[in-house]
């Protein structure tokens, strides 16, 4: 009934920025939380970011002051913009939202690479 379809993952140097975006299709009557979660080889996955429908957000402590999520609630679509990137942020990176649907519980999307080279 939801699908999501996450873009914008790529290979950027350090230092450099990169935007990931993930967006919601289908019978969808409402989004309640959106985050972002990443994983690198041999780690486990992390919260790297969440905003709340009512625009409340969170940060993992590695990425806080270099990050922002952000939503646009008619898109039915999370963002996250990346600055300042460094090598330690390669890793896949999923969006998890959480939607009204005929029933209510949470989507992954499919992920997205992030290289960041030194």
């Known amino acids: 009934q939801v699908q999501l379809v996450e873009s914008g993952g790529g290979l950027v140097q350090a230092g450099g920025s990169l935007t990931l975006s993930c967006t919601a299709s289908?019978?969808?009557?409402?989004?309640?939380?959106m985050g972002w979660y990443r994983q690198a080889p041999g780690k486990q996955r992390e919260l790297v970011a969440d905003?709340?429908?009512?625009?409340?957000?969170d940060y993992g402590d590695s990425v806080r002051g270099r990050f922002t999520i952000s939503r646009d609630n008619a898109k039915n679509t999370v963002y996250l913009q990346m600055n300042s990137l460094k090598p330690e942020d390669t890793a896949v990176y999923y969006c998890?939202?959480?939607?009204?649907?005929?029933?209510?519980?949470?989507?992954w999307g499919q992920g997205a690479q992030v290289t960041v080279s030194s």
């Open positions: 998890k939202l959480n939607v009204r649907s005929w029933l209510t519980r949470d989507y």
């Open positions: 905003i709340t429908r009512g625009g409340s957000v």
């Open positions: 289908g019978t969808i009557f409402s989004i309640n939380d």
